[in-house]
């Protein structure tokens, strides 16, 4: 069995974020990651997102894998692998009604989201 580790917790929401903070590419903006300690990520889907409906509107816990195709086998995948960037690889599994995210990084985060602070203690 792969090592899995923790990463974040995705809470949808409607209350306005920061506009800095707005993916286009992906319909969306995240805001917390950076800010805090505790791995908590807020997320608002713009209105034309076309995310399934479980990502849009369920809490979802977030752990980085070291091989997101060997993660996904036997699960119900709910969001096939995709690149939200480059160097990350994600993909969203339904698992008793809890709703997981993976990601996969092909080097450290730290230099795919360069932010000082955050990968240190």
Do not use: C
């Not at 580790?5 to 805001?31: C, N």
């Not at 908590?40 to 034309?48: G, P, T």
């Not at 960037?85 to 995210?101: K, P, S, W, Y």
């Not at 990601?103 to 203690?121: M, N, Q, S």
């Amino acid at each position: 069995m792969q090592r899995i580790r923790f990463h974040h917790v995705g809470f949808p929401t409607d209350r306005p974020l920061p506009a800095r903070e707005h993916i286009g590419t992906l319909k969306r903006t995240d805001s917390g990651y950076f800010d805090n300690p505790y791995g908590i990520e807020w997320h608002q889907f713009d209105a034309d997102n076309e995310l399934p409906a479980q990502i849009r509107t369920m809490p979802h816990v977030a752990f980085v894998v070291e091989d997101l195709q060997s993660a996904l086998l036997g699960k119900e995948v709910v969001l096939a692998p995709t690149s939200p960037t480059a160097g990350v690889r994600v993909a969203f599994i339904l698992d008793n009604h809890a709703l997981i995210e993976f990601l996969e990084f092909d080097r450290p985060e730290e230099l795919i989201w360069p932010h000082p602070g955050k990968f240190t203690l």
